[in-house]
């Protein structure tokens, strides 16, 4: 019993040590852990944008070589701009994109995104995507 309660007590710290580093500091700006909860929702946000506003089959990986956050508003609103490389699992197709992806706190991300082209061509034979960029 006494492990359980140490183990409780234990979490108990961590997640008031967590809520802490997520707190705005002394000077009304927003943490470094704030910052990086902010990024990873806001990637997250951005990608399912892009599968939709594509029509986008599951995507197995995304990556940049150009993303550029510029604040925008109140602390934890940017805008994102971007160029990625977006690879689809089923078939295997990786397109290059190039936009923003305007993250807000009270609002829907929006994105502007085009495609600029198709680096690798899907391996299920047959198979052609047709988009409205």
């Known amino acids: 019993m006494k492990l ?4 409780a007590c234990s979490l108990a710290l961590a997640l008031a040590l967590a809520l802490a580093a997520c707190s705005p500091g002394a000077d009304g700006k927003e943490s470094g852990m704030m910052t990086a909860l902010r990024a990873v929702f806001a990637f997250k946000a951005c ?3 892009l599968e939709d506003q594509f029509k986008l089959g599951p995507i197995n990986s995304v990556s940049s070589d150009n993303m550029d ?28 994109y190039k936009g923003v992806c305007h993250v807000r706190r009270d609002k829907p991300t929006t994105l502007e ?3 600029l082209g198709v680096i690798k061509p899907a391996t299920n034979a047959g198979e052609v995507r047709r988009t409205n960029s």
Request: net charge positive; proline share 5%; glycine share 8%.
């Open 47 to 49: 990608t399912s944008k």
């Open 4 to 7: 359980s309660t140490a183990a």
């Open 113 to 115: 995104a085009v495609s």
């Open 69 to 96: 956050p510029v604040a925008a508003g109140k602390p934890g609103e940017w805008d994102v701009k971007f160029t990625a490389s977006v690879t689809e699992k089923d078939s295997g197709r990786v397109t290059r």
